[in-house]
């Protein structure tokens, strides 16, 4: 059902495409006539060109893990209580971003600040296409500002690292060996009432063989943090084997490097109003908007320039 839903909305968006363009075409023919004017052929040319590349833009997800859900993992790096501040700031953005977009979004887990923020978070992302959207995240995130955490009001440098998922589903068998799995079970933080905080239901599980731990505090049910553990532990492997199978492990790795000055993928300079993305030139002064949760531009100008340099390395 979520295939043919997936395919029922390119088709309509392919029909939305063909008819902006005969109503293009009817505006130009009229004005040609002399029954209508330039506004309305520029205004019927400007429906076109977005419907073209909105259609455009689908067509850049168009891989098999695209369409997966996804796991959003945010950690503090160098800037100490500044920068568990802004990896709160960033956990709120990919929020409203997904609120505003109908994506369903809940927490999986964090880990609190000494002073305040998140050292990390870690949002799961149900949706249409919800990998294939943020896979352009990954990597490290700069934030410039004066901070409030500063007694003498001076600016601040701070940096967070994000990494994307696929979220593994029924469609893709991973098995794992039980005996590889190494168990921790810890006590909640944060809200959740007297359940939450006296009983240990949230879980760590280190995956041996391969080394990659994976936590959840998502639940009240030990057993259903344990589910849902496995889950993100299997979207970690999986995310570990198409990088072997898409001969890309060396790209994907570039995006995350050490947290701190050079490495960042977009800049978010509060003070001069400015949030860069470096790898695409893309950049706006509606900071505010862009914290809120306006991340689809950003999205948008990553994934089309992801297919514009693939086209540029194949010829």
């Known amino acids: 059902m979520r295939e043919l839903r997936t395919l029922e909305k390119r088709v309509a968006h392919f029909n939305e495409l063909q008819t902006a363009v005969d109503d293009a075409e009817l505006e130009a023919e009229l004005f040609r006539e002399g029954d209508s004017d330039e506004l309305s052929v520029a205004n019927a040319y400007k429906n076109a060109l977005a419907a073209l590349e909105e259609v455009e833009f689908r067509s850049t997800l168009n891989k098999p893990e695209d369409a997966l859900y996804c796991i959003l993992e945010i950690n503090a790096g160098a800037g100490g209580t500044e920068a568990c501040d802004w990896t709160q700031m960033l956990g709120r953005m990919y929020k409203m971003w997904a609120d505003k977009n109908d994506y369903k979004i809940s927490e999986l887990y964090r880990q609190e600040g000494d002073a305040a923020g998140y050292k990390s978070i870690g949002y799961e992302i ?87 731990v994976v936590e959840c505090q998502q639940e009240r049910s030990q057993h259903l943090n344990r589910e849902k553990a496995i889950k993100m532990l299997k979207s970690k492997l999986y995310e570990q084997e198409l ?73």
Not at 155 to 160: D, K, N, V
Not at 177 to 206: I, M, Y
Not at 244 to 260: F, G, I, M
Request: charged share 30%; proline share 3%.
């Open 126 to 212: 149900i949706g249409e296409n919800a990998y294939g959207m943020l896979r352009g995240e990954n990597g490290i995130h700069r934030l410039v500002r004066v901070s409030p955490f500063n007694s003498q009001g001076k600016r601040m440098t701070s940096f967070s690292s994000v990494f994307v998922h696929p979220m593994v589903d029924d469609t893709i068998e991973i098995n794992i060996n039980p005996a590889d799995l190494d168990w921790d079970t810890f006590r909640s933080s944060g809200a959740g009432g007297q359940h939450v905080n006296k009983t240990e239901s949230a879980v760590r599980c280190r995956h041996l063989p391969s080394g990659i």
């Open 243 to 315: 990088e072997r199978q898409l001969e890309a492990k060396d790209k994907v790795e570039a995006t995350k490097k050490k947290n701190e000055w050079g490495s960042q993928i977009r800049s978010y300079v509060l003070d001069d109003r400015r949030v860069k993305d470096h790898r695409t030139g893309y950049q706006t002064s509606q900071t505010d908007m862009v914290l809120n949760g306006d991340l689809t531009p950003f999205l948008k100008a990553y994934l089309m320039n992801e297919t514009v340099g693939a086209e540029n390395e194949s010829e």
